[in-house]
């Protein structure tokens, strides 16, 4: 157990639907990052917080957005879904610093129908 | 481009056999790069990372990986596999520069295959 908890694990959605998925860093950690794994495009890096406030962004949609809360959780929103969208979205958290490993939870799987 | 290369889709080996999953990058300057290895139904797990100092680096359960600056290389080794650890395994890379994250440049992974 790596102690990032990512919620829900499954979420099956209609195309056009926004949901929201939930991360919870291990504890003292002040990062936290967003990844999509995906068949085609395989591990893709998505967004990093820093204590509340953006780090970097990758290869992001603009119908998807993130935040990182006080009490140092975060969210990934994504909305007018696509069937594209289908992947695994990991969260990942570390403790502070760019030479430090993040540590990843199990994963949300998203099945857009 | 920056990129992370993993030349082989699958890797088959047998159990006490020694294994290499082999990784390339394509960075300028001087870059950090991980093993990660993803179970199934499992999330990613950090085996071991190279910052500087010795090209040779010790991981989790007797993985280990050399870090060759001039091939770019940053092939991941053990010197005898056990069924356990067949698993899906990536090479990533921190690029240089980007001295605000630890966002990371995955490869496309390796199917890591041991056989009893």
């Known amino acids: 157990d790596s102690g990032v908890t990512q919620t829900p694990k499954h979420l099956i959605t209609a195309t056009g639907q926004r949901v929201t998925l939930r991360c919870s860093p291990r504890s003292g950690d002040l990062s936290v990052y967003w990844y999509q794994q995906s068949l085609d495009q395989g591990l893709q890096f998505l967004i990093h917080y820093y204590n509340g406030e953006e780090r970097a962004k990758g290869n992001i949609l603009e119908r998807f957005s993130a935040q990182q809360f006080p009490d140092l959780h975060s969210e990934l929103n994504l909305s007018s879904l696509e069937l594209g969208d289908s992947a695994l979205y990991f969260c990942a958290s570390s403790v502070a610093g760019v030479v430090t490993e993040a540590f990843f939870g199990q994963g949300t799987r998203l099945t857009v129908v | 481009a920056q990129s992370v290369a993993q030349p082989e889709d699958q890797v088959n080996v047998a159990e006490g056999n020694p294994l290499t999953v082999k990784c390339t990058y394509s960075v300028s300057g001087n870059p950090y790069l991980f093993w990660y290895v993803q179970y199934p139904n499992r999330g990613l797990q950090f085996l071991l990372k190279y910052i500087t100092g010795d090209n040779l680096v010790k991981g989790s359960y007797g993985f280990e990986a050399e870090f060759n600056k001039s091939q770019t290389s940053f092939h991941l080794k053990k010197p005898s596999a056990l069924v356990s650890d067949s698993a899906l395994y990536f090479c990533?890379?921190?690029?240089?520069?980007?001295?605000?994250?630890?966002?990371?440049?995955f490869g496309q992974g390796t199917t890591l295959q041991v056989k009893p």
């Open positions: 990533a890379v921190r690029p240089p520069g980007s001295s605000n994250t630890g966002k990371l440049i």
